[in-house]
């Protein structure tokens, strides 16, 4: 059974927030002007056509890619910090940056990715690891044929894993295939674990999953203004994608009924 580590460091209320963020290329804009807001022990979708936006936006947010315009900022104070960012910040599989070499087996992806994040790594440790994870059948399997679910699963808690990180950027995992209500209860277990957890995704996922998402190159509203608070989900992946729940959460305040992942 694949579950959420529980992370210790991240601060209660601790807001990630990218401002007005636009990003030029060559050729054109890779990312058009998207703000959001998203803070520790929830999660944000954000939706847009597939490209290189999503890629350009997790690269901002993690601090790795300079906004053209706008700024990204992590933490109670609002400074725009790409060293802080790059500290507190995992893109999980994102295309050409963090995505595995889909020729690889599994056991050397999850190899290389324990070693990163400063645990045993040698063969009888990832086999364990994986077995404790209910996924020691596909050790040997390439990694582009080990089903979305396992994948998307195992590289988010690895990253998640990381010292020191304290939010995720889940980039299109609805680009391998498979139920997108399965992606995000993976996200969701995340957030209800401390971390501030953001997925992309097209805008037909969003609306199967039923949450209103930010849009990517939606424009620069406030950030204040984007769909917050934390998104409840179906308790059974076999119940379907019908609309889930946004319960908005107040400091101190205890929402009405019961909260998915506490």
């Known amino acids: 059974m694949i579950s959420a580590p529980s992370p210790d460091s991240a601060e209660p209320g601790t807001t990630l927030v990218a401002d007005g963020v636009t990003v030029d290329g060559p050729h054109g804009p890779l990312l058009a002007t998207t703000s959001l807001r998203v803070t520790a022990g929830s999660i944000l979708l954000v939706a847009g ?94 990694f582009e044929d080990v089903p979305a679910p396992t994948r998307i699963a195992l590289m988010t808690e690895l990253a998640a894993a990381r010292p020191g990180i304290e939010a995720v950027v889940l980039t299109a995992p ?49 950030p204040a203004l984007d769909p917050g608070g934390r998104h409840t989900r179906p308790p059974d992946p076999d119940a379907g994608t019908g609309p889930l729940t946004v319960v908005t959460t107040d400091p101190g305040t205890e929402p009405e009924g019961p909260v998915a992942d506490r």
């Open 174 to 222: 609805d680009r391998h295939g498979g139920t997108p209500v399965t992606w995000w209860q993976i996200a969701a277990g995340h957030a209800a674990a401390g971390l501030a957890v953001v997925v992309t995704c097209s805008e037909t996922s969003a609306a199967l999953l039923g949450v209103p998402p930010v849009l990517l190159g939606g424009g620069h509203p406030d």
């Open 49 to 142: 056509t597939p490209g290189s936006g999503h890629t350009a936006l997790a690269l901002c947010l993690a601090g790795r890619m300079r906004p053209t315009r706008g700024r990204v900022s992590f933490g109670g104070d609002g400074a725009d910090d790409p060293d802080r960012l790059r500290r507190a910040v995992a893109v999980v599989d994102t295309p050409g940056v963090s995505e595995p070499d889909p020729a690889l087996p599994l056991r050397t992806v999850i190899g290389e990715e324990l070693a990163m994040a400063g645990r045993r790594a040698w063969p009888r440790a990832v086999g364990e690891w994986l077995a404790g994870r209910g996924a020691e059948q596909w050790a040997g399997t390439r």
